[in-house]
Nanobody, 120 residues
Framework: QVQLVESGGGLVRTGGALNLSCTTAGSSFRLNHLAWYRQAPGKERDLVASITSDGNTDYADSVKGRCTISRNNDKTTAYLQLNSLTLDDTAVYYC??????????????WGQGTQVTVAS
């Protein structure tokens, strides 16, 4: 069974930085297509950043210029770094990985989410 485990959430000061990680569980599974989402209280879940199998990255306008998504060499762990934090960055952060089943149909697996609280 494919499973993603997140870590790194907590309380961070405004102007500081957060560093989140997402680790895969299950044999032979790799984070080829990985995306980070976040959901603030009372808001919808929004895409923050994504990375493709060849390393191409994309970022939401709200974090562009202060966000970095990365992955280790064996693609078992992905990372999200977000600098210059503001109160609007407070949210539950989720990682999502895309994979294909035996019939090459796209499927998705989500992490459990980690709470990030930004305070002044």
């Amino acid at each position: 069974q494919v499973q993603l485990v997140e870590s790194g959430g907590g309380l961070v000061r405004t102007g500081g930085a957060l560093n989140l990680s997402c680790t895969t569980a299950g044999s032979s599974f790799r984070l080829n297509h990985l995306a980070w989402y976040r959901q603030a209280p009372g808001k919808e879940r929004d895409l923050v950043a994504s990375i493709t199998s060849d390393g191409n990255t994309d970022y939401a306008d709200s974090v562009k210029g202060r966000c970095t998504i990365s992955r280790n060499n064996d693609k078992t762990t992905a990372y999200l770094q977000l600098n210059s934090l503001t109160l609007d960055d407070t949210a539950v952060y989720y990682c999502k990985s895309e994979y294909r089943d035996r019939y090459r149909r796209p499927r998705f697996v989500w992490g459990q989410g980690t709470q990030v609280t930004v305070a002044s």
